[in-house]
């Protein structure tokens, strides 16, 4: 008697995380619903089944990802010092994105032709947006910054993305204490530039 076929929620986890291992693991290039399936334990058209399409996974795993790096961000303890608290939690940006390079790659430089996120994709970084916005917010109504939050946000966060990505591709020099310094150097520099005068 052939075995019942079973497309559970756990069974998309499964999968979900076998796909989240396997760009670990393997890179883009290994991201095939055969051995991602495989890994699962499971069959190609049940992961079809699940998420219709590779693109469908893909979809997927951008969501997941976000959900990852919010509850990562969100163990950074707050303190009764926002610049602090600001800068701990761009550090943990950095080093999220250093240890989940492919997964960032997927959220923010978008790699397969077969994925563009539309509308409801981009609506699953809002917590993470509103988590950031609303620290620079608590910096610029402690008189540490000066200007809008939603725009520092985003110039903080661009400056972490691509802090991180010549931080991968060893363009930031090859000892930790000099990387350290030039990472200190990019965030110091902005925060001070925004600084209120005086």
């Known amino acids: 008697m052939p075995r019942a076929k079973q497309r559970t929620p756990e069974l998309r986890e499964q999968l979900l995380t076998a796909a989240v291992d396997l760009l670990a693991r393997d890179g883009v290039a290994g991201f095939t619903a055969r051995t991602i399936a495989t890994q699962a334990g499971t069959s190609t058209p049940a992961l079809y089944e699940l998420f219709g399409d590779k693109g469908g996974l893909v979809r997927a795993v951008y969501f997941e990802g976000f959900r990852l790096l919010r509850g990562h961000l969100g163990q ?3 303190t009764a010092d926002p610049r602090a608290d600001l ?12 240890e989940h390079r492919v997964l960032a790659e997927i959220m923010f430089a978008r790699p397969f032709t077969d994925f563009d996120p539309g509308p409801d994709e981009l609506k699953s970084s809002a917590t993470l947006r509103i988590f950031i916005v609303d620290l620079v917010q608590r910096c610029v109504d402690a008189g540490v910054v000066r200007g809008d939050a939603t725009d520092i946000a985003h110039v903080v966060v661009a400056l972490v993305q691509g802090m991180a990505a010549a931080e991968a591709a060893r363009r930031l020099g090859g000892h930790p204490e000099s990387v350290q310094r030039r990472w200190d150097l990019a965030l110091d520099s902005v925060l001070n530039g925004l600084a209120p005068a005086g």
């Open 76 to 78: 950074a303890p707050q």
């Open 87 to 98: 800068l701990a939690v761009m550090h943990a940006y950095r080093g999220w994105m250093l």
